[in-house]
């Protein structure tokens, strides 16, 4: 008894040793690692060129017999005006950024020099490079089951930054999307994008190996864990490991400084850009926290032990705000502002995105609001539940909340594709920037406010058990709503795969004194010679009131309320119950005080309302509101004027 | 003299002024009540004036109705026109200010005559605030100066200064003398705690003014007060801050008369 205690103890400490000291803070196998993948690189600074060698190890986790291997070399989106990528970014325009000049020095690529297989057979000839993809012809059958291994080298050449990866034609470099990548076998095909101006992520769970040799004053930071750094002159080599993450990516830059925080078995790392002072930094690690924190807490386990947030320098700005599995990229700008939040809402987001995209792994370039879309919906929650910055911006008396922000765009967009589009398929950039982010964001704000923030909990949390590490899509999200609430996921439904729309509004408001009939009487058996009975029409104490509402559009909930607003300033909220075949509603009713207002929706909770300004409508002989605000907004203006120019 | 008793004699100048300065505004007021048919300032128990909801509902509003778009324009047209004709006006009560009596007709026909050498003043004088205000960013950027508070106040200080190099200017101009810049700045440099003095009367009244007309825009929108009571309120704050900028130019016209012993 007393042997097993021990051998309990010894392994137990044993266990918690290894868990500490890995890539991952809760032991997997997580996911069905799919691959196996050893890379050596070297990083020469001058020429911002990575040479490579790596071994893969590929697993038929499928069903199916393959007979090839489609690859990413997503480098090569940036390798001539003519890319599919440079085509819809207008020629190397996104995110703010763009392309610097037809230099040399702005285009890269990524090229396999040497391909094998496991007995040193030359398979290069089976390699069909088609830009930015390629496929490898596999001679034999590959059976399920069965691990195929290749041996490769490669060259990957950074372009100067404007769009994710790069150099800045200094000493920082963003090695992303650098590395031959296998696509994904799901649902009976192979899934292999084009690399795209909006969307780039859809990968196989593995394992990766890489060592990096770059000089030893670079600052190295990467996916996964540090295992082991050596020194050898000039140069380093920074060994790290990586379980069950999807993707791999690393950064070295000579200015880098770094800064440390642990939270329950995360390590935190920020590298940033000098000079940055210690509230910002601890800006950056309260926002990884309460990432942290938010997320276990309402969706599931971050698994793995590493978290780095890397700071691009100002001239590489194209690189900031992106995600990567377990290193994401800040904003240029990260010093703190009590105005407004975005240096901790954008890290917030890319860390976010560990989940939806890193984790969850959902396709991001057909789905992508699964990805952009909920991780803007959580990111405001977690700004306000666990930041407790309730509005992103605040200035003097004006106060913004994000929830509100994605309405107004969403609102602002027109609807002409379903939020569930290809992301290229959009009929614009601004049409995809809705539908992945805002609108999404909007559905879910709407959700929450109309079936309850516990049911969305639920959903989440549901999702996460169900479908993490195994690439879900839209269908598997709603089939989980539907589990949870069935009106919920059919409002879902409706308003991620079509192009319904709702607009409530407050049609017309009377309110006046209710008349008190009167004139002559005339009785049934009225008799010639008696003059009839004669009362004055007059006008009760009582006010007798015609509100219509209505709307327009399919998106209904199940009721919405109505704030009444009488001329005492007293309140009473009526529910209307809606029903799709009659679209508007007249409520009529007496009362002892005049009605001034009708509301509809007074806590803006169908945040999916195309124009929330017609909700209201205010009795007539009080509706110079005109003159009211009129007044004062030129008013203000005028004096604005004034002061500044004190003519 | 002393300015209290100026801006006494003057008093009327300031009411006079107020209603040309509505009349020019009109037009985009007009354009305003177009859409003001667009509920927007609603019930503050729901969406007080700043809120997020508040801001939802006006986004909204913008986007669905073209009347406020129109009156920005006209807002934005009718801008420059108002600040050339007050500043018309600025020099024709300074220059009648000199004379130590004033009409209606003479004010008038002084803001004429002095307008084209006033003009001539204002575009000169530009290199003043864009020099100061320069070497208030050299100082931030030499300094590493962060804290957006000491900007605001450092930027705040170098306009008034220029401003208030202006104003000494006009006296110059109001009197048909030359090398009114040069004399301006004499004036103001050797009389700067005058001008210290004037600015902090001036702040005060206009932080007052604008808690007042905050004030104002809170109750104006809210639903039990009387709309008579936000006009005249309106109307009796424009006074206030009228009467407070007549201050602002009588104090520089007795400074000048004092520094250059004028009786
Ligand atoms: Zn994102």
Known sequence: MKNLQCIVLVFGFILSVSTMASALRIAGPHSERVHQTTIKASLDVESHRVTAEMNLKWKNTTNDTLHEIPFHLYLNAFSSTDTVFMRESGGGQLRGDKREGDDKENFGYVIVTKLSNAQGKDLLANWQMDNSVATLSLSEPLESGQTIEFNMSFTSQLPKVFARSGHNGDTFNFVAQWFPKPSVYINGKWVNHRYHAHSEFFADFGSYDVTLTVPTDYVVGATGFLADKQQEGDLTRHHYVAEDVHDFVWTADKNFAEANQQWQGINIRLLYQEPLDEKSIQNQFDAAIASFEWFEKYVGAYPYSTMTLVQPPEDASGAGGMEYPTLVTTITDLDYSSFQHSAALVTIHEIGHNYWQGILASNEFEESWMDEGINSYTEGRILAEAMKRKNVAQFAHLSIELPMVHHASTARTPTFDPVNTNSWSFINSRAYGTNSYSKPATILNTVERVWGVEKVDLLLTAYYQQWAFKHPNTKNFLDVAKTIDVEMAQFLDDAINTTKTIDFTVVSLQSEKKHQGGGYRLLLEQQSEVTPEYTKPSKSDLYSNTVTLAYQGELTPPSIEVLLTFEDGSEETHIWQLDANKQWKTLRFESEVKLVEAIVDPRFTLLLDKDLSNNIKKERSESNQAWRWVVSLLQSMHHLINAFLPL | ?263
């Open chain 2, 1 to 263: 003299m002393s300015t209290v008793k100026l801006l006494w004699q003057y008093k009327w100048v300031a009411l006079i002024t107020l209603v040309f300065e509505w009349l020019i505004l009109a037009p985009v007021l007009l354009m305003m009540l177009r859409f003001g048919n667009k509920e927007v300032v609603v019930n503050l128990a729901q969406t007080p004036i700043g809120s997020s909801n508040f801001f939802g509902i006006f986004i909204d509003a913008f986007s669905t109705s073209p009347g406020l778009v129109y009156a920005v324009i006209a807002f934005a047209i009718t801008v420059p026109t108002l600040i050339l004709f007050k500043f018309a006006l600025a020099v024709g009560t300074m220059a009648s200010m000199h004379e130590g009596k004033w009409s209606f007709s003479q004010w008038l026909s002084l803001s004429g005559k002095h307008f084209l050498r006033a003009i001539g003043l204002l575009l000169r004088w530009l290199i003043v605030p864009a020099i100061l205000c320069g070497l208030a960013v050299l100082v931030f950027k030499l300094f590493d100066i962060e804290s957006a508070v000491s900007k605001i106040i450092t930027l705040a200080v170098c306009w008034f200064l220029s401003i208030s190099w202006l104003f000494m200017s006009l006296n110059g101009v109001a009197r048909n003398e030359s090398w009114s810049l040069k004399n301006g700045a004499i004036t103001l440099f050797k009389n700067l705690h005058q001008f210290l003095l004037i600015v902090l009367v001036f702040l005060a009244l206009f932080v007052l003014a604008k808690l007042m007309n905050w004030q104002l825009f809170v109750n104006n929108s809210d639903i039990n007060t009387t709309l008579l009571c936000g006009v005249f309120g309106a109307f009796a704050i424009a006074l206030f801050m009228r009467i407070v900028v007549l201050y602002w130019q009588a104090a520089h016209v007795v400074v000048w008369r004092k520094h250059w012993k004028i009786n």
